[in-house]
């Protein structure tokens, strides 16, 4: 809230609201990851990558299995009561206190955000869903503040380029945590790429919805990636990364994005961490 | 270009129209650059992004408050204008706001209008109504006179002619004002002021829109770079000002931070050259000004998101098109593929609610959602979370309750629904799940390669030999 003047009873919800400064807990023993359904079934590999990830940094990873999807593909379709009883299947099965570690911003925003939407008329469901909310954390940005990772680059040098899903940056600040794992790196030249901030044309049933728009969308996007010099594309989504691969196979071009946390891991050693337990 | 009074219950055409524009490669080019330079405008004039932040949630606030108390301070706007002079007049719908000033202008004898920029009066076609009535109107904006005569519409709220580059506008002036050939921007600029000059001294009745209405001191404010909008308020002996319901503010300290934000966000300017405050007719001792002043406040569908507290804040809305010059979609397709007066986010929002949601089912789905609209908006309007309530409210069944806008479960489909609510039982099944996650891997090599809208142009996706829960489970144990 500003200080300028008080907001009048009525003044405009503002959702989602945006990350500010967050405060980080001290690291934990253990923590739930929420594998989100893309990488359930396009990815696993990356969500392993994000288990081996948490484990190297000492901590127990609880994955349950009852888990499936957050709910936002039919929540952004506008189909609430179904997106809502699948998040409260999820919301039982994350009821303790560890934090919940999810290698996907969006995902990670609506458990962070949108679930205060979809339960604003239970009172009683809000109170889980603030515990929630609260215990949510993006992986990048959970390895970055909570665990304070140093890490070491191994291997050869390399140029990259870091894609950021839309919703990761504007709810999560995912960005900014990628960038901040990546330049630990000392052999990783992150290059920026054209139009870096703009959409790669996902965004879930959109790119079947509205094809040639999505199509134009990624087609740039992937245009751009090839014209950033990189020679390999990570990013924290692996929504953006169906979409973005998927142009680069039709186009003919070798060029594949990899989640950020296969990256880290094949490309890492810790050094141990800076923070406290 | 179809008119809306056209197609009033057929959807817009927005999917074959988009199609169309991607591929004008021309278009993309123009709109391409035109965005990327607005936007740098306006990163340039909020180098602070704290400072930004306190007015973004400063500016919302003013607008909220406006809205809280619509009714009251309309009521005394009308109050303050009829002291001032000013007629007010009150419409309805498009057509009564149409048959008001055509009153206005019978009364008259008018025969030439001359106009100001003016969105509202694009939502009421005013242009063709009084053409078809014997009164011929001509846009004074540069951008809006150019698009005229192309016999266009507006491509963008506050660049008509953004979608154009000078080589366009300068075959058109050749071929339509009979000059000589130029692309000197100078000289095209000076030719359509020439053409124009006149025409203010003609013309019967000068109209404008209205960025504030002052409810306290009963004043309309307009903002403007080329003169035209004060030459169009003060020349003619009389001035219509038409402007939305919305757009009234509480008192002048409210327009400061409002007006801050709107060139900033616009065109990058600190402030506009001209700022004009009308607060009535010539006085019996003064020289200048129009003998009669009118201001007509149209509704049109405004009312509808007044009434919903959520929908209530697409009328936040002070029309500076920052949500545009932002928008993945918008730069790529340009505003005439929207069909709609309003283009890009704002559109998608503020449509619904003027012609239904039959005839705009396909623009709340036009987005991916990402968030660039709402990032910008100067007077923090949630589009992406507004866009997903139309959503909701398309889909919605026809006949549920409440009843919350017209055309309410215009794309609902029993189809879509069932298909929803069996992916609502295998996410909460995790029996079924579990078989399903197995079958889909497992039979992963008879994927189709062609699965129709996606890969048109992306291959097909695959999915794993496995699953993260079956991994997960080897390497974790059962949980």
Known sequence: MSPLSPAPANATRVAPPLEAARRYPPKPADVYLFGTCVIDVFFPGAGMDAIHLLEREGIRVHFPQAQSCCGQPAYTSGYTDEAREVARAQLALFAGDWPVVIPSGSCAGMFRHHYFELFKDEPQTLKQVESLSARTFELAEFLLEVCKVRFEHTGAPVKLALHTSCSARREMNTHLHGRALLAQLAGVERVEHDHESECCGFGGSFSVRMPDISGAMVQDKTAALKGSGAAEVVSADCGCLLNINGCFEKQGDALRGEHLASFLLRRTASAGTGGAR | ?479
């Open chain 2, 1 to 479: 270009m179809s008119t809306l009074a056209d197609t009033p219950a057929q959807p817009i055409a927005f999917t074959r129209n988009a199609r169309e524009a991607l591929a004008d490669a021309q278009l993309r080019r123009n709109f391409r650059g035109a965005m990327d330079s607005l936007m740098d405008k306006r990163r340039n004039q909020f180098p602070d992004g704290d400072e930004l932040e306190r007015l973004r949630a400063f500016g919302n606030r003013v607008r909220a408050r406006a809205l809280s108390k619509l009714p009251d301070l309309l009521e005394r706007l009308e109050a303050n204008l009829a002291r001032n002079g000013v007629q007010v007049h009150w419409a309805e719908t498009v057509e009564e706001a149409n048959a008001i000033v055509h009153g206005i202008a019978e009364r008259h004898a008018a025969k030439k209008v001359i106009k100001g920029k003016s969105m509202v009066s694009e939502e009421m076609e005013m242009n063709h109504y009084l053409g078809a009535r014997g009164v011929d109107c001509l846009e004074s904006d540069m951008g809006e006179f150019i698009v005229q005569l192309r016999e266009e519409k507006p491509s963008h709220i506050i660049m008509p002619a953004i979608h154009l580059n000078a080589g366009q506008v300068a075959r058109l002036f050749h071929d339509k004002l009979d000059v000589d050939y130029t692309e000197d921007v100078d000289r095209l600029i000076q030719i359509g002021r020439e053409t124009l000059r006149r025409n203010f001294f003609e013309a019967d009745i000068g109209v404008s829109g209205v960025n504030f209405a002052i409810a306290e001191t009963g004043t309309l404010l307009l903002v403007e770079n080329e003169g035209n909008g004060r030459m169009s308020t003060t020349v003619p002996p009389v001035h219509i000002a038409v402007t939305g319901i919305e757009k009234v503010v509480e008192n002048l300290r409210d327009v400061i931070p409002l007006l801050s934000l709107l060139t900033r966000s616009a065109t990058g300017q600190p402030i506009t050259t001209y700022v004009n405050m009308i607060s009535g007719p010539r006085k019996a001792d003064e020289l200048d000004g129009p003998q009669e002043v009118h201001l007509v406040l149209l509704d049109n569908g405004r009312s509808q998101a007044f009434a919903d507290g959520e929908l209530r804040q697409t009328l936040n809305c002070i029309r500076c098109g920052a949500c545009m010059n932002h928008c993945p979609v918008y730069t790529r397709i340009g505003g005439h593929a929207y069909g709609t007066v309003y283009p890009g986010p704002i559109g998608k929002i503020v449509t619904p609610h003027m012609l239904g949601l039959e005839t705009t089912r396909d623009l709340p789905t036009a987005s991916s959602m990402c968030g660039a609209c709402g990032e910008v908006c100067p007077v923090k309007i949630p589009i992406p979370s507004l866009l997903r309530r139309l959503r909701e409210e398309a889909v919605r069944a026809p006949a549920a309750e409440p009843q919350h806008m017209r055309g309410q479960g215009a794309k609902h489909s029993k189809k879509e629904t069932l298909v929803w609510k069996a992916w609502r039982t295998l996410n909460t099944s995790p029996g079924l799940y579990r078989v399903a996650m197995y079958a889909g891997t497992r039979l992963r090599g008879l994927m189709p390669a062609d699965i129709g809208p996606w890969t048109r142009y992306r291959s097909a996706p695959k999915p794993a030999a496995r699953s993260l829960h079956e991994l997960a489970r080897e390497h974790l144990g059962a949980q």
